[in-house]
Protein backbone atom coordinates (compact mmCIF):
# COMPACT_ATOMS: atom_id res chain seq x y z
CA UNK A 1 0.00 0.00 0.00
CA UNK A 2 3.13 2.34 1.44
CA UNK A 3 4.54 1.46 -2.47
CA UNK A 4 1.73 2.55 -4.22
CA UNK A 5 0.69 5.78 -2.55
CA UNK A 6 4.09 6.54 -3.09
CA UNK A 7 3.70 6.82 -6.80
CA UNK A 8 2.56 9.86 -8.75
CA UNK A 9 -0.74 10.32 -9.26
CA UNK A 10 -0.56 10.12 -13.02
CA UNK A 11 0.48 6.37 -12.64
CA UNK A 12 -1.39 5.73 -9.63
CA UNK A 13 -4.34 6.69 -11.84
CA UNK A 14 -3.41 4.35 -14.63
CA UNK A 15 -2.46 1.13 -12.35
CA UNK A 16 -6.17 1.49 -10.95
CA UNK A 17 -7.36 2.01 -14.46
CA UNK A 18 -5.66 -1.30 -15.45
CA UNK A 19 -6.63 -2.90 -12.59
CA UNK A 20 -10.45 -1.99 -13.03
CA UNK A 21 -10.38 -3.16 -16.68
CA UNK A 22 -8.35 -6.26 -15.65
CA UNK A 23 -10.95 -6.81 -12.53
CA UNK A 24 -14.34 -6.19 -15.00
CA UNK A 25 -13.03 -9.41 -17.30
CA UNK A 26 -12.55 -11.64 -14.09
CA UNK A 27 -16.06 -10.90 -12.93
CA UNK A 28 -17.57 -10.98 -16.64
CA UNK A 29 -14.98 -14.66 -17.20
CA UNK A 30 -16.51 -16.14 -13.42
CA UNK A 31 -20.34 -14.77 -14.36
CA UNK A 32 -19.99 -17.01 -17.64
CA UNK A 33 -18.95 -20.37 -15.52
CA UNK A 34 -21.11 -19.32 -12.77
CA UNK A 35 -24.33 -19.25 -14.73
CA UNK A 36 -23.60 -21.30 -17.35
CA UNK A 37 -23.93 -18.50 -19.96
CA UNK A 38 -24.19 -20.07 -24.11
CA UNK A 39 -21.15 -18.72 -26.09
CA UNK A 40 -23.50 -17.99 -28.43
CA UNK A 41 -25.02 -15.36 -26.15
CA UNK A 42 -22.31 -14.00 -24.14
CA UNK A 43 -19.15 -15.61 -24.95
CA UNK A 44 -16.38 -15.56 -22.26
CA UNK A 45 -13.59 -13.40 -22.59
CA UNK A 46 -10.80 -16.23 -22.65
CA UNK A 47 -12.86 -17.73 -25.59
CA UNK A 48 -12.67 -13.60 -27.30
CA UNK A 49 -8.95 -13.83 -26.68
CA UNK A 50 -8.57 -16.84 -28.12
CA UNK A 51 -10.41 -16.21 -31.11
CA UNK A 52 -8.34 -12.95 -31.51
CA UNK A 53 -5.03 -15.16 -30.97
CA UNK A 54 -6.13 -17.62 -34.05
CA UNK A 55 -8.22 -16.24 -36.22
CA UNK A 56 -6.29 -12.68 -36.27
CA UNK A 57 -4.77 -13.27 -39.98
CA UNK A 58 -7.82 -13.62 -41.37
CA UNK A 59 -9.61 -10.39 -39.46
CA UNK A 60 -6.32 -8.30 -40.27
CA UNK A 61 -6.99 -7.86 -43.88
CA UNK A 62 -10.69 -6.53 -42.44
CA UNK A 63 -9.28 -4.13 -39.39
CA UNK A 64 -6.81 -2.34 -41.57
CA UNK A 65 -9.67 -2.13 -44.07
CA UNK A 66 -11.70 -0.30 -41.47
CA UNK A 67 -9.04 1.81 -40.43
CA UNK A 68 -8.52 2.97 -43.72
CA UNK A 69 -12.33 3.95 -44.28
CA UNK A 70 -12.35 5.53 -40.86
CA UNK A 71 -9.37 7.53 -41.22
CA UNK A 72 -10.20 8.92 -44.36
CA UNK A 73 -13.68 9.84 -43.56
CA UNK A 74 -12.56 11.39 -40.47
CA UNK A 75 -9.72 13.74 -42.27
CA UNK A 76 -12.43 14.66 -44.56
CA UNK A 77 -15.17 15.44 -42.26
CA UNK A 78 -12.04 17.32 -39.83
CA UNK A 79 -11.60 19.35 -43.53
CA UNK A 80 -15.18 20.40 -43.83
CA UNK A 81 -15.71 20.74 -40.62
CA UNK A 82 -13.14 23.43 -39.87
CA UNK A 83 -14.07 25.01 -43.52
CA UNK A 84 -17.58 25.43 -42.68
CA UNK A 85 -17.53 25.87 -39.24
CA UNK A 86 -14.69 29.13 -39.83
CA UNK A 87 -17.22 30.19 -42.25
CA UNK A 88 -19.77 29.93 -40.31
CA UNK A 89 -17.92 31.83 -37.10
CA UNK A 90 -17.26 34.44 -39.27
CA UNK A 91 -20.33 35.34 -40.75
CA UNK A 92 -24.03 36.03 -39.08
CA UNK A 93 -25.52 35.87 -42.56
CA UNK A 94 -23.69 32.36 -43.56
CA UNK A 95 -24.37 31.34 -39.76
CA UNK A 96 -28.40 32.31 -40.03
CA UNK A 97 -28.42 30.15 -43.21
CA UNK A 98 -26.14 27.43 -42.72
CA UNK A 99 -26.56 26.20 -39.24
CA UNK A 100 -30.53 25.42 -39.70
CA UNK A 101 -29.11 23.45 -42.81
CA UNK A 102 -26.31 21.44 -40.53
CA UNK A 103 -29.05 20.79 -38.04
CA UNK A 104 -31.41 19.27 -39.87
CA UNK A 105 -29.21 16.87 -41.76
CA UNK A 106 -27.56 15.82 -38.91
CA UNK A 107 -31.05 15.26 -37.12
CA UNK A 108 -31.36 12.05 -40.28
CA UNK A 109 -30.47 8.86 -39.36
CA UNK A 110 -27.46 7.96 -41.12
CA UNK A 111 -28.48 4.54 -41.78
CA UNK A 112 -31.03 6.21 -43.93
CA UNK A 113 -28.32 8.01 -45.83
CA UNK A 114 -25.98 4.88 -46.76
CA UNK A 115 -28.54 3.58 -49.36
CA UNK A 116 -28.01 6.85 -51.15
CA UNK A 117 -24.35 6.97 -50.91
CA UNK A 118 -24.76 2.97 -52.77
CA UNK A 119 -26.79 4.22 -55.29
CA UNK A 120 -24.89 6.90 -56.33
CA UNK A 121 -21.23 5.25 -55.98
CA UNK A 122 -21.86 1.46 -55.75
CA UNK A 123 -21.19 -0.72 -53.00
CA UNK A 124 -17.62 -0.62 -51.68
CA UNK A 125 -15.28 1.83 -49.78
CA UNK A 126 -16.77 5.14 -50.77
CA UNK A 127 -20.02 4.63 -48.92
CA UNK A 128 -18.43 4.19 -45.73
CA UNK A 129 -15.79 7.14 -46.22
CA UNK A 130 -18.80 9.36 -47.03
CA UNK A 131 -20.77 8.13 -44.26
CA UNK A 132 -17.94 8.33 -41.93
CA UNK A 133 -17.27 11.61 -43.20
CA UNK A 134 -20.79 13.07 -42.88
CA UNK A 135 -21.35 11.59 -39.45
CA UNK A 136 -18.47 13.02 -37.68
CA UNK A 137 -18.24 16.75 -39.22
CA UNK A 138 -21.31 18.09 -37.66
CA UNK A 139 -18.91 18.26 -33.94
CA UNK A 140 -16.38 20.06 -35.32
CA UNK A 141 -18.54 22.69 -37.20
CA UNK A 142 -20.10 23.71 -33.82
CA UNK A 143 -16.91 23.80 -32.22
CA UNK A 144 -15.18 25.98 -34.38
CA UNK A 145 -18.12 27.87 -34.94
CA UNK A 146 -18.28 28.46 -31.07
CA UNK A 147 -14.25 28.87 -30.33
CA UNK A 148 -14.84 32.04 -33.57
CA UNK A 149 -17.52 33.36 -31.67
CA UNK A 150 -15.78 33.45 -28.01
CA UNK A 151 -12.95 35.09 -29.80
CA UNK A 152 -12.16 38.06 -27.62
CA UNK A 153 -13.25 41.20 -29.42
CA UNK A 154 -10.09 43.43 -28.26
CA UNK A 155 -7.61 41.05 -29.74
CA UNK A 156 -9.73 41.91 -32.99
CA UNK A 157 -10.22 45.31 -33.09
CA UNK A 158 -6.37 45.99 -32.40
CA UNK A 159 -5.46 44.14 -35.32
CA UNK A 160 -8.00 46.24 -37.50
CA UNK A 161 -6.28 48.54 -36.55
CA UNK A 162 -3.10 47.42 -37.40
CA UNK A 163 -4.39 46.99 -40.47
CA UNK A 164 -5.11 43.47 -40.85
CA UNK A 165 -7.53 42.08 -43.12
CA UNK A 166 -10.49 39.59 -41.89
CA UNK A 167 -8.57 36.24 -43.17
CA UNK A 168 -5.41 37.61 -41.31
CA UNK A 169 -7.09 37.96 -37.89
CA UNK A 170 -8.96 34.61 -38.46
CA UNK A 171 -5.73 32.83 -39.14
CA UNK A 172 -3.80 35.04 -36.22
CA UNK A 173 -6.28 35.16 -33.72
CA UNK A 174 -9.45 32.94 -34.63
CA UNK A 175 -7.90 29.74 -35.56
CA UNK A 176 -5.64 29.27 -32.35
CA UNK A 177 -8.21 30.07 -29.97
CA UNK A 178 -10.09 27.58 -31.52
CA UNK A 179 -7.28 24.85 -30.88
CA UNK A 180 -9.31 23.41 -27.36
CA UNK A 181 -12.45 23.36 -29.06
CA UNK A 182 -11.25 21.70 -31.92
CA UNK A 183 -9.64 19.02 -30.11
CA UNK A 184 -12.84 18.76 -28.22
CA UNK A 185 -14.63 17.74 -31.26
CA UNK A 186 -12.43 15.96 -32.60
CA UNK A 187 -12.14 13.09 -29.65
CA UNK A 188 -16.03 13.19 -30.26
CA UNK A 189 -15.68 12.83 -34.21
CA UNK A 190 -13.14 9.65 -33.58
CA UNK A 191 -15.90 7.68 -32.32
CA UNK A 192 -18.36 8.76 -34.36
CA UNK A 193 -16.50 8.31 -37.37
CA UNK A 194 -15.80 4.40 -36.72
CA UNK A 195 -19.98 3.96 -36.05
CA UNK A 196 -20.09 5.30 -39.65
CA UNK A 197 -17.78 3.61 -41.04
CA UNK A 198 -19.38 -0.08 -39.24
CA UNK A 199 -22.24 1.24 -39.91
CA UNK A 200 -21.99 1.39 -44.45
CA UNK A 201 -19.45 -2.00 -43.95
CA UNK A 202 -22.80 -3.75 -42.48
CA UNK A 203 -24.69 -2.35 -45.30
CA UNK A 204 -22.62 -2.06 -48.52
CA UNK A 205 -19.38 -3.63 -48.04
CA UNK A 206 -17.57 -6.63 -48.92
CA UNK A 207 -14.66 -5.75 -46.69
CA UNK A 208 -14.23 -4.68 -42.96
CA UNK A 209 -14.80 -5.37 -39.21
CA UNK A 210 -18.50 -4.61 -39.53
CA UNK A 211 -18.74 -6.96 -42.79
CA UNK A 212 -17.25 -9.47 -40.73
CA UNK A 213 -19.33 -9.11 -38.32
CA UNK A 214 -22.20 -9.37 -40.08
CA UNK A 215 -21.39 -12.86 -41.81
CA UNK A 216 -20.30 -14.31 -38.31
CA UNK A 217 -23.39 -13.23 -36.88
CA UNK A 218 -25.04 -15.02 -39.48
CA UNK A 219 -23.46 -17.88 -38.59
CA UNK A 220 -24.16 -17.61 -35.06
CA UNK A 221 -20.19 -17.28 -34.41
CA UNK A 222 -20.59 -14.72 -31.44
CA UNK A 223 -16.93 -15.08 -30.19
CA UNK A 224 -16.11 -13.70 -33.55
CA UNK A 225 -18.34 -11.14 -33.59
CA UNK A 226 -16.81 -9.95 -29.97
CA UNK A 227 -13.77 -9.97 -31.23
CA UNK A 228 -14.60 -7.40 -33.86
CA UNK A 229 -15.97 -5.49 -31.07
CA UNK A 230 -12.38 -5.18 -28.99
CA UNK A 231 -10.86 -4.74 -32.47
CA UNK A 232 -12.69 -1.52 -33.14
CA UNK A 233 -12.39 -0.67 -29.38
CA UNK A 234 -8.55 -0.99 -29.09
CA UNK A 235 -8.80 1.25 -32.29
CA UNK A 236 -10.52 3.68 -31.09
CA UNK A 237 -8.63 3.92 -28.08
CA UNK A 238 -5.36 4.05 -30.14
CA UNK A 239 -6.82 6.78 -31.62
CA UNK A 240 -8.23 8.63 -28.85
CA UNK A 241 -4.72 8.56 -27.30
CA UNK A 242 -3.11 10.00 -29.75
CA UNK A 243 -5.44 13.15 -30.40
CA UNK A 244 -4.41 13.34 -26.73
CA UNK A 245 -1.17 13.60 -27.07
CA UNK A 246 -1.43 15.80 -30.02
CA UNK A 247 -3.79 18.05 -28.20
CA UNK A 248 -1.48 18.00 -25.47
CA UNK A 249 1.54 19.27 -27.78
CA UNK A 250 -0.30 21.66 -29.49
CA UNK A 251 -3.02 22.88 -26.56
CA UNK A 252 -1.22 23.27 -24.23
CA UNK A 253 -1.57 27.25 -22.66
CA UNK A 254 -5.24 26.22 -22.90
CA UNK A 255 -4.58 23.33 -19.70
CA UNK A 256 -4.47 24.21 -16.36
CA UNK A 257 -3.09 20.91 -15.00
CA UNK A 258 -3.55 17.41 -15.30
CA UNK A 259 -2.92 15.82 -11.72
CA UNK A 260 -5.04 14.36 -9.63
CA UNK A 261 -6.54 15.95 -6.52
CA UNK A 262 -4.59 14.80 -3.54
CA UNK A 263 -6.50 13.15 -0.55
Not at 44 to 70: D, G, N
Not at 118 to 123: D, E
Request: hydrophobic share 55%.
Amino acid sequence: MNALTSLSPRLRQRLMSAAAIVALFLLWELACVAFKVSSIVLPRPSEIFTVLFTKLPLMWPHATQTLYTTLLGFALGTLAGVLIGAVIGMSRVAYDVAYPILVGFSSIPKVAVVPIFVVWFGAGTVPAVLTSMVICMFPVVVNIATGLAHTEPELQDVLKVLGARKLDILWNVGLPRTLPYLFASLKIALTLAFVGTVLAETIAANKGIGNMMMIASGNFDVPLVFAGLFILAAMGVALYVASALIERRFTGWAQRGNELPNG
